[in-house]
């Protein structure tokens, strides 16, 4: 987990019911295709990633990001991988949404 800015950790500790990831609309839809029983999972949030990735642009650079990439960026959900291991091997599967 990458957290960035000021209290991050109380927020990541501090977690109500209501505000885990397990209740991420975006998490929930990408774990249920790419496989909910499974022995490994990565996911990206692309929509907050690339918010943050966003933050930390110079002006000139935020011009060229919001002509040129954000067009086609903003409709991407998230990202992740799955992988079920068995004695016969490892069934990986990767999911890209979009909102």
Request: aromatic share 6%; glycine share 10%; net charge negative.
């Amino acid at each position: 987990m990458i957290g960035v800015g000021d209290g991050v950790v109380e927020r990541i500790l501090d977690v109500e019911a209501g505000s885990s990831l397990a209740t991420s609309a975006t998490y929930g839809r990408v774990i249920e295709i790419a496989g909910a029983k499974n022995d490994l999972q990565v996911f990206i949030a692309l929509d907050a990633t690339l918010s943050l990735v966003e933050g930390f642009l110079p002006p000139d650079e935020l011009a060229l990001w919001s002509t040129e990439f954000k067009p086609y960026l903003d409709h991407l959900a998230g990202v992740a991988m799955t992988s079920v291991n068995s004695s016969s091997g490892a069934h990986i599967r990767g999911v890209l949404t979009v909102k």
